[in-house]
């Protein structure tokens, strides 16, 4: 079954210059990336990413970590790959959550770490089951930012649309 699933590379991973051992190691689920971006984070981003960790005691940290703060690095990677079971393999590959639950050989065994405030900086976010990659790809990524149509769209009219462009 062909399925999309959302990769975010995360600030640690970019600043520690894991973008292209990670990519590698995505590779080998011979599956399609059909968007790529770099993504400055927003709170709002951030917070909407992770709305379903809203009660935990470590939200305001893991909002800090997705945005860069803690990192000097405000950006992720942001990816949608696709094909036949694509949720599965990527997250087979990126390893447990808690890097250090992960298998060595997984890129957040690899790769990943708890800090002393216990954060877990694992590198690499991957949806968790079919309806979370639709909703975060909705949220990352703008149906013209993907080349595959994976959801319906609409096409809307806006009056006062204003929009920055190159000068």
């Known amino acids: ?5 959302l990769i975010l590379i995360k600030p640690d991973g970019l600043k520690k210059s894991l973008t292209g051992n990670i990519l590698t190691r995505l590779s080998e689920t011979k599956l399609e990336i059909v968007a790529a971006k770099m993504v400055r984070v927003s709170k709002e981003l951030a917070e909407d990413h992770y709305r379903h960790l809203k009660d935990k005691p470590f ?3 893991i909002i800090k970590y997705l945005r860069g703060e803690l990192h ?3 950006k992720v990677m942001a990816l949608v790959y696709w094909g036949n079971d694509a949720i599965k393999k990527c997250r087979d590959l990126a390893g447990s959550t808690n890097p250090e639950e992960a298998e060595s050989t997984s890129i957040r065994g690899s790769y990943g770490r708890i800090t002393t405030g216990g954060v877990y900086e694992n590198v690499i976010h991957v949806s968790s089951n079919d ?3 639709e909703r975060e790809i909705k949220l990352w990524f703008s149906p013209d930012e993907i080349i595959v149509d994976l959801y319906a769209t609409k096409n809307i009219v806006q009056k006062e649309f204003k929009n ?3 000068a």
């Open 72 to 74: 000097d690095r405000k």
């Open 1 to 5: 079954m062909d399925q999309a699933v």
């Open 131 to 133: 309806s979370e990659a």
């Open 164 to 166: 920055r462009v190159w």
């Open 59 to 61: 939200f305001d940290e």
